[in-house]
């Protein structure tokens, strides 16, 4: 029971950690809390089914094509939708939110309600680990999930490219003296985080079937560990990726799993009512409340 | 320095509209008219559409009172726009509103005449409280928390099962007829429209709006801005829990469908496209948007997609919205006129 | 800045325009079941249901398929005149979860007051919505045959005012029947394979929960064990806490109970986690012929459920596979194997329900076709057509008195019926996960 959980526990938190990456990157770096998340997400997740149903192209080849694709839309948003509104942070949000609506519904329109959607695992098959056991593809989802943070945290310090866009996100004006340029900034961090999020639907849906509705529940999903966690740190988000996770498995183990979905709307009120900067989050706080 | 003409547009209030500013004894007819046309003609239209019962037919009179429901939403949004508080959620106050009454009429068989009332304002009230706490949030951290709380309060009526669960609750008492619904809701959008925008013409209202302008200087001036922004929300919530209270009533049904993202959604897009900040901007979106999804009905889920994009059209290219537009366009006219050009000016 | 502006406005508009355009075109072909057999005036059917979702989607087929036939030959004779029938459908989007009833009334209404339909098929999808909308039905007076909502609250508000309701009629599974169908189903694999630990998960929702419960009562009354019974919120994709916990207790049979799409992820997390238990159940994307496909062969050995026949051929009832043939000729292979387990059946034949009434009747007045319709007696796809008191078809286990739901067995890419008896065509076979 115990090893379950811890294992479950991890991959809950990862999954958690990969779905909220794409949404807190955007965020932090360029400010814009983009509602479209659940969009691009479930976006990237037709896109690849279509690539390789429609069209025919092989899965190792789908996949690094539909991460470009999702980036691609991501600048795209930028440019059409947010450039003109920036800094406006009530217009952001509900462009972002008009935006991924938009590509959800349109979805459905399309006919993409039917059983039949699936994307295949990276690698089949299970393994057993402290006698519990657990296939590849949730396993890879820990990796995965692991590997991206690292890879952000990175860049996100040691890489220039990394440091003009933080630079951007804590004091524009002053970024913008020292020559980075505002707009491909935050269309850069846009496109980064909708890769991101493809790459977290494609590690992610191969578990079950594609389903319009899981594009709302991604987007709350994103939102509540973003927010718990603070929603510039990339510390915070791992930490409350795990508190939440974990949360999850404990509250299903030895509770009761219906409660499951409703702890991240409860993890994010109370935090938005009590500390709405995040457990990590610093630098906004002044900002957030009179 | 040679200077060179350009041409640039001006706006000038019409003489008509100077003329009728301040002093009424001396105006004429015509003057009159201009001022209160377009008023009566709201209101005169919006009273005598239930008489036309024979010739629209049952169908459209229901589409007039949910255009009014989201109206009402719309106007307490805009309300809670002017405060400077950003709600995603309007389907808060519309859900408890709705389960309020619902709950009141099954618990106690009380007729809708006693319910409603109190379920808006003792709705209100609750909603209060409930936002007490976050309002001194800014910026998108309060819009993220109403966005939430509908989601949450479904989920937890879907999970603990009270108040009817999923199944909801059915079968409560209806209203008389179709045609006393039209009324009643008409005359309170109506009410709340005018009351809301004479509200702000108050010293009261002044204060409202110089917490959204800048809350710091107004807690420099010594006011209790928590405490305004508390009275606001109640009276924000009113109109919304009415809504919530009478289609409840009128639909003889309230489950969690009642705090639908719907709910949240097209009072929002009504405020956006009529212009926020004019109470009467919110009323005129939700005049154009309802009715126009009910004629694109046969789209099916399209018309959300449809929504979206006029949505996005709106807050990105025209934020000011169609009502100040249209009431620009009453009171003053443009023309070209000509100019001199600095170097470099374009 | 200002021509940027107005290029954006223009950019949407055109939008919009070629999106309007695009679902105008797609709209009209939805409407099928024309009339140009004859000239007299049609008789009109309405359908309002959630056609986005793939119960109300399918059911809309299965009626146009009946419609078809039915104007094939010429149509029905009402007082002397050979009449056509025709569809007029609406899309109510209920299947969306952000939907207030009151849009979904308000579509139905729209159809009611405007295309003035002589009848209702297939109806409203979700059960609230159909509570709501009986009220409607008996403002306007139309017979209303529904065949999707499965809430056992139909029968009870029908006998809450028969007068003012007794124009609803429901031709669907209820979540009644289906406890007896998953009780019996349980005593049948207990008594072949000596079974007795049961573990029952389900989603939180009414006619679930319901079927959880009651499913729950049986078995502990009839010498089983239930180790656990869990609920899972609409939308959860996490199942390893009761999968851990029917592992751990030794389930050899694991009850599912859910229409979601993320119930796919049950099956496959069961199958990773190497749980060695029966699965027997319903779990709605394993129910369509394709199923094997989209999980890629792991929906070997589940038991799962149609609830209705119609969609899963079964031999012992002959039109249940010329339905299948036809629904492949018309519609595509394709779709055929898309079907769900829900709805079409009853509402194909709830097609030659009403036009068998209303040629009794010899009327479309709506309390004479009521009449006619109470004293339905006929052979269907889903098996014997008889109503109760209440209205509601009657399900049973044999296909010759009553209508029947059926389970199934997916054994090599194919759905077998095991389940009742008079239409099993195989027993059920342990997978070989099991047979260690």
């Known amino acids: 029971m115990e090893a379950s959980v811890l294992i479950f526990g991890l991959v809950n938190s990862a999954t958690l950690m990969l779905v909220a990456l794409g949404f807190s990157l955007i965020f932090g770096l360029s400010g814009v809390a983009n509602l479209a998340h659940g969009g691009i997400y479930l976006f990237s997740g037709y896109v690849t089914w279509m690539l390789m149903n429609y069209l025919g192209v092989p899965f190792l080849l789908a996949v690094p094509l539909t991460i470009i694709i999702a980036g691609v839309l991501g600048a795209l948003i930028y440019w059409v939708a947010l450039k003109r509104v920036r800094g406006l942070h009530l217009s952001e949000v509900i462009a972002t939110f008009a935006v991924g609506v938009a590509i959800l519904e349109l979805f459905r329109w399309m006919g993409f309600v039917t059983y039949e959607f699936t994307l295949p695992v990276f690698i089949k098959g299970s393994v057993d680990i402290a006698g519990v056991s657990i296939d590849y593809q949730r396993l890879l989802i820990i990796g995965i999930g692991l590997l991206l943070a690292f890879a952000l945290w990175v860049f996100s310090r040691y890489t220039k490219m990394g440091l003009a866009l933080r630079g951007m996100a804590q004091d524009e004006y002053t970024a913008l003296s020292i020559g980075i340029d505002s707009d491909w900034a935050a269309a850069l961090s846009m496109a980064l985080g909708s890769a991101i999020a493809a790459i977290a639907a494609i590690s992610i849906l191969p578990l079950g079937i594609i389903s319009i509705n899981m594009g709302y529940e991604v987007l709350i999903m994103a939102l509540a560990v973003s927010v718990v966690g603070g929603l510039e740190s990339i510390t915070g988000l791992v930490v409350a990726s795990i508190i939440l996770g974990f949360a999850k498995t404990i509250t299903g183990t030895y509770f009761d799993p219906k409660w499951m979905e409703v702890i991240y709307l409860f993890a994010l009120v109370l935090v938005l009512a009590i500390k709405p900067s995040g457990l990590f989050g610093k630098f906004k706080e002044l900002e957030e409340r009179v | ?346 | 800045m200002k021509k940027r502006i107005s290029g954006l406005v223009l950019f949407g508009v055109v939008l919009i325009g070629l999106l309007i355009i695009a679902g105008c075109g797609q709209s009209n072909t939805s409407t099928g079941g024309d009339s140009k057999t004859s000239e007299a005036k049609p008789i009109v059917i309405g359908v309002a249901t959630a056609l986005g979702s793939i119960e109300g989607a399918d059911s809309l087929r299965a009626v146009e398929l009946a419609v078809e036939e039915v104007n094939a030959g010429g149509g029905i004779t009402v007082k002397g005149e050979k009449r056509p029938l025709k569809i007029v459908s609406i899309d109510t989007r209920e299947h969306e979860p952000g939907l207030p009833v009151h849009d979904a009334l308000a579509a139905l209404e729209k159809l009611i007051t405007q295309e003035k339909p002589d009848a209702m098929l297939v109806g409203s999808f979700r059960s609230e919505v159909m509570l709501s909308a009986m009220d409607l039905i008996a403002k306007y007076k139309v017979p209303n045959i529904v065949s999707i909502a499965m809430t056992p609250e139909f029968e009870k508000k029908l006998q809450t005012n028969y007068e003012n309701y007794k124009y609803n009629f429901r031709m669907g599974l209820t979540s009644a029947n289906l406890v007896q169908y998953l009780s019996k189903t349980m005593d049948f694999i207990g008594k072949e394979h000596g079974f007795k630990k049961a573990y029952i998960v389900n989603q939180e929702v009414l006619w679930a929960e319901g079927t959880a419960k009651g499913v729950k009562k049986y078995l502990e009354a009839n010498g089983w064990q239930v180790i656990g019974k869990d609920t899972y919120a609409t939308g959860a994709s996490d199942f390893s806490a009761s999968l851990t916990k029917a592992k751990n207790g030794g389930a050899e049979v694991i009850i599912p109970i859910f229409d979601m799409p993320q119930s796919g992820v049950l099956l496959k997390q069961a199958r990773s986690m190497k749980v060695p238990a029966l699965m027997a159940g319903f779990i709605s994307p394993a129910a369509p012929d394709s199923a094997w496909k989209t999980f890629d062969g792991e929906v070997d050995g589940l038991v799962n459920f149609v609830f209705e026949i119609g969609p899963l051929p079964v031999k012992a009832v002959n039109k249940s596979m010329t339905f299948n043939d036809n629904f492949g000729k018309k519609f595509g292979v394709d779709q055929q194997a898309k079907m769900g387990g829900h709805g079409p059946g009853p509402a194909y034949d709830s097609v030659f329900v009403l036009t068998d009434a209303i040629k009794r009747a010899d009327s479309l007045e709506a309390n004479a076709v009521v009449d006619a319709l109470k004293k339905t007696d006929m052979e269907g796809v889903i098996g014997k057509i008889k109503f109760n008191e209440n209205h509601q078809v009657i399900y049973d286990i044999d296909p010759k008195t009553s209508a029947i739901g059926s389970a199934f067995q997916w054994v090599d890419g194919k759905r077998i019926p095991v389940f009742p008896e008079a239409a099993a065509e195989a027993k059920i076979k342990l997978p070989e996960f099991m047979n260690k």
Not at chain 2, 98 to 114: D, H, S
Not at chain 2, 261 to 288: H, K, Q
Not at chain 2, 294 to 319: A, H, K, M, N, Q
């Open chain 2, 1 to 346: 320095m040679s200077a060179k003409v350009g041409y640039r547009k001006e706006r000038l209030d019409r003489g008509i509209k100077a003329r009728t500013d301040d002093i009424f004894a001396i105006s004429t007819y015509r003057e009159i008219l201009y001022l209160i046309l377009p008023r009566v003609f709201v209101i005169a239209g919006l009273l005598i559409f239930p008489l036309l019962g024979d010739f629209t037919g049952v169908y459209w009179q229901n589409v007039i009172v949910i255009t009014c429901t989201i109206a009402l939403l719309a106007l307490s949004w805009d309300l809670l726009h002017s405060v400077g508080l950003v709600s995603l959620g309007q389907a808060v106050f519309f859900g408890v509103g709705a389960y309020i009454t619902g709950f009141l009429a099954q618990q106690f068989g009380l007729p809708p005449l006693v319910t409603i009332p109190l379920a808006t304002v003792f709705g209100a009230l609750v909603c209060t409280m409930l936002l007490y706490p976050v309002l001194r949030l800014r910026g998108v951290y309060f819009g993220l928390i109403t966005f939430a709380l509908p989601l949450l309060f479904m989920r937890i009526i879907e999970t603990t099962k009270v108040l009817g669960g999923t199944e909801g609750m059915s079968g409560l008492p209806a209203l008389p007829s179709i045609a006393i619904s039209l009324y009643i809701i008409i005359t309170i959008t109506l009410v709340c429209v005018f009351g809301f925008q004479r509200l702000f013409e108050t010293d009261y209202g002044l204060v409202l709006k110089a917490i959204k302008d800048n809350d710091r200087s107004v807690i420099a001036a010594g006011f209790n801005i928590s405490w305004f922004k508390a009275q606001a929300v109640f009276i924000a919530a009113l109109p919304a829990t009415f809504a919530g209270a009478f289609l409840t009533h009128h639909y003889q049904f309230v489950g969690i469908p009642a705090f639908a993202t719907d709910y949240s959604i097209l009072p929002l897009a009504s405020a956006i496209v009529g212009g926020p900040g004019s109470f009467f901007g919110a009323m005129l979106g939700a005049f154009l948007l309802v009715p126009l999804s009910e004629l694109l009905r046969d789209l099916g889920t399209l018309r959300i997609v449809i929504y979206s994009v006029i949505l996005l059209i709106f807050v990105v290219g025209l934020p000011e919205g169609l009502y100040p537009y249209l009431r620009r366009k009453y009171f003053q006219f443009e023309r070209v006129v000509s100019m001199e050009l600095e170097e470099g000016g374009k």
